[in-house]
């Protein structure tokens, strides 16, 4: 069992950043990555980091969001600039296989409790 603990979000306004840190004993197995959700929608995909370092970004934050992670804290992080209302939403670690690449639900083994991101004005 692998837990996953989320930090960073809050409220922000249109245009500056957060930080999402997720942290957990994931040491390289998995492929990570975060998704968020809104009500009455589906979980969506945003960002999935490989084994191998290779990333992918939903096309709605590309140039704007940023993966990395620090294998030493087992830290996986999330650099959110020039966020825009439609980021709002509770974003979600995961840890899984192949699948999260591509940002299929069915590919994650374990997730985070969630944390909120606001951005109004």
């Known amino acids: 069992q692998v837990q996953l603990v989320e930090s960073g979000g809050g409220s922000v306004q249109p245009g500056r950043s957060l930080r999402l840190s997720c942290a957990g004993d994931?040491?390289?197995?998995?492929?990570m990555g975060w998704f968020r959700q809104v009500p009455e929608k589906e979980r969506e995909g945003v960002a999935a980091?490989?084994?191998?370092?290779?990333?992918n970004y939903a096309d709605s934050v590309k140039g704007r969001f940023t993966l990395s992670q620090d294998n030493d804290k087992n830290t996986l992080y999330l650099q959110m600039d020039d966020l825009k209302h439609e980021d709002s939403g509770i974003y979600y670690c995961?840890?899984?296989?192949?699948?999260?690449?591509?940002?299929?639900?069915?590919?994650?083994?374990?997730w985070g409790q969630g944390t909120q991101v606001t951005v109004s004005s």
């Open positions: 995961a840890a899984g296989d192949g699948r999260l690449f591509g940002f299929l639900v069915s590919g994650v083994y374990y």
């Open positions: 994931t040491y390289g197995n998995y492929v």
């Open positions: 980091i490989d084994r191998n370092g290779r990333t």
